[in-house]
């Protein structure tokens, strides 16, 4: 198989990082958190200008036309930023809904908006009792006329604070941990009946706690009773991206880590000179090779037509992927000292930013149980 890039491939990622070297030094990445956005509306304008807010969009609906391989190149370099802002939320999770699930006159509506950097999108998904199960769902949405009124909360809605329009899974029918009766709706964020409090995630992103109060509907996604599959295949997708991002992260934490222990003098010479800390370092690499070769089976499995496959798929990367920057934050940490707590130096953000990665949508030891539980990756 094939795994070198294309020509193309090549100019967006060179084009990415050229503009993430010039913006988004670690100095530049804090002051951009302390904006009222939390994160950089001019960086946003700039992403629009690449193509980066288009990518994964057909190119007649005024998209880049890219695939799971070009968003995975983005989000690796995102991710060596550690970025803050809502790209994920937006172009991944929110382009993959309207990709998969709005109908073609609501594409031409919304698409264009979102590739010009003036709408923003959130997902609504997680409540207080549903942990990392999409299916566990007890905000309801009632038909009302022609249209659906949404009730209940929803919780770490990374860049909810911020966005536009909200896409909620709400309950149309069932109890509340089936997976029948699950419908995904559009919600104006600044309309009535719409309650958003937002606030700082530890790894300085964005992120709100928002409740619907009777808060209407501005369109449906897929099937109102029976959305579930929508959300596996956008979060499979999301997974693919959370991947790359992490490899992006990890790259520079063990590469921090490797530079720091060339100039750090113990015992009269650089501690990158003693064979146990050698070894460590060995072994971070080891683990960032093997995550780096799971963001390439993830890119490829992401497009998976077989859901039940698609999933197991999506669960072997979550499990290596978080093992793997589990380490490799973990180890950078160790081989720092002191300094790596200090929030004035860059590691301890990395070994953050991995953490809430590992955390998104499932860590690691949940998909090795749903691996235990569903017979495996590999049928015996």
Request: a negative charge; glycine letters at 12%; one cysteine or more.
């Amino acid at each position: 198989m094939d795994f070198d890039l294309t020509e193309e491939q090549r100019l967006l990622q060179d084009s990415v990082a050229r503009l993430l070297g010039d913006k988004y030094g670690f100095e530049q990445r804090k002051a951009y958190m302390k904006t009222p956005d939390g994160w950089s509306r001019e960086i946003w304008a700039q992403y629009a200008e690449l193509g980066l807010l288009g990518l994964p969009f057909a190119e007649d609906e005024g998209g880049f036309g890219g695939g799971p391989v070009e968003t995975l190149l983005v989000a690796e370099q995102l991710g060596r930023a550690i970025t803050l802002e809502p790209w994920l939320s937006t172009v991944v999770i929110g382009g993959g809904f309207l990709r998969n699930g709005a109908s073609a006159a609501l594409r031409s509506k919304l698409v264009p908006q979102v590739a010009a950097g003036e709408l923003l999108l959130a997902f609504a998904q997680a409540e207080r009792q549903s942990r990392y199960d999409l299916f566990d769902v007890q905000t309801t949405a009632k038909k009302d006329g022609d249209g659906w009124v949404i009730t209940g909360r929803k919780g770490y809605v990374v860049h909810g604070d911020s966005a536009d329009t909200l896409i909620v899974t709400a309950r149309t029918a069932g109890g509340a941990r089936d997976r029948k009766g699950v419908g995904v709706f559009l919600v104006d964020a600044k309309g009535p009946g719409v309650q958003r409090r937002g606030y700082r995630t530890v790894d300085g992103q964005r992120a709100a706690e928002v409740e619907f109060s009777g808060a209407r509907a501005t369109a449906v996604l897929g099937n109102p009773e029976d959305g579930l599959p929508l959300v596996d295949q956008v979060v499979d997708e999301t997974i693919a991206a959370l991947a790359g991002e992490a490899v992006g992260a990890m790259q520079v934490a063990h590469d921090m880590t490797i530079d720091y222990m060339k100039t750090r003098q113990q015992f009269g010479r650089p501690i990158a000179s003693f064979q146990a800390l050698q070894h460590r370092a060995a072994d971070m690499l080891v683990a960032l090779e093997q995550a780096r070769s799971m963001s390439y089976y993830a890119a490829i499995s992401a497009e998976e037509r077989n859901p039940a496959e698609r999933r197991k798929a999506m669960a072997a990367v979550k499990v290596q992927i978080g093992r793997s920057q589990r380490f490799v934050g973990q180890q950078s940490i160790q081989l720092h000292g002191g300094i790596a707590m200090t929030i004035e130096y860059a590691c301890g953000h990395y070994f953050k930013r991995l953490t809430v990665n590992d955390a998104m949508f499932g860590d690691a030891d949940h998909y090795v149980r749903f691996l235990a539980d569903t017979g495996g990756l590999v049928a015996a």
